[in-house]
């Protein structure tokens, strides 16, 4: 089956450094990724829509300026975290539609492994 | 907006035994996904099994099957001979029909599956 791959899967940073996690797609093409973030035993809130080529949708509340979405590439989509503070401390999962014709008949959306963000 | 409600947060049950997990949802659409994601405590989510509105007939996925209840807006998921692979949190999840154009999916708050040896 299609692959998404999120690096780094954990990462720890000081407090007012900027984190970038990868959203990759491995074996199908993506022109949208959606970027979820999950705190403990919650679910996954959507947090923006990248599109390739073109600026990323936020959801309401969500900050643009604090958390930066990049989709330069059919296969690549990242988060930066900037100046990332404790309380950004949270999984974020990101997840990939196949944007062949398939995939569109689908509507399967794969998931990466998350990533786990520790702000100290 | 669309809501999807899961109003069991934790569930338990024998292994080997049969369980089933419930899912409501509201919307205004005609068009629509309904999904069953299983998130083990590795984190990666995992597609189960996935319905379209527009078919009648249940999905079914080896020893996961759901009833799909399109007026009720009810999407339940039962696990069949249950197994201790099983356990897992469970999210029943909604998306629009890609005619939309808009393909998020909407996420319930989640089931937290225990399976007893």
């Known amino acids: 089956g299609a692959v998404v791959s999120q690096h780094p899967s954990w990462v720890i940073c000081k407090s007012g450094t900027s984190v970038k996690i990868e959203c990759r797609s491995l074996?199908?093409?993506?022109?949208?990724m959606f970027w979820y973030r999950q705190f403990p035993k919650q679910s996954l809130m959507l947090m923006a829509t990248?599109?390739?080529?073109?600026?990323?949708?936020?959801e309401q509340g969500v900050e643009k300026d604090k958390f930066l979405i990049n989709h330069a590439s059919l296969t690549l989509s990242t988060l930066t975290v900037t100046s990332a503070h404790p309380e950004d401390s949270s999984f974020y999962i990101c997840?990939?539609?196949?944007?062949?014709?398939?995939?569109?008949?689908?509507?399967?959306?794969?998931f990466g492994e998350g990533s786990r963000l520790t702000v100290l | 907006a669309q809501t999807v409600t899961q109003s069991q947060p934790e569930m338990s049950v024998q292994e080997a035994e049969t369980v089933t997990l419930s899912c409501t949802y509201d919307?205004?659409?005609?068009?629509?996904?309904l999904f069953w994601y299983k998130q083990p405590p590795s984190r990666q989510m995992i597609l189960v099994i996935r319905q379209e509105a527009y078919k009648q007939q249940n999905a079914t996925e080896n020893r996961f099957s759901v009833n799909f209840q399109k007026a009720a807006k009810s999407f339940s998921l039962k696990i069949s001979d249950s197994q201790l692979g099983d356990a897992a949190m469970y999210f029943c999840?909604?998306?629009?029909?890609?005619?939309?154009?808009?393909?998020?999916?909407?996420f319930g708050t989640g089931t937290r599956l225990t399976i007893i040896p």
């Open positions: 997840s990939a539609r196949d944007s062949s014709d398939q995939g569109y008949l689908t509507g399967e959306l794969f």
């Open positions: 919307t205004s659409e005609s068009d629509y996904y």
């Open positions: 999840a909604y998306r629009r029909g890609s005619n939309f154009g808009n393909e998020k999916l909407t």
């Open positions: 990248s599109n390739e080529g073109s600026k990323a949708t936020y």
């Open positions: 074996d199908f093409q993506a022109t949208t």
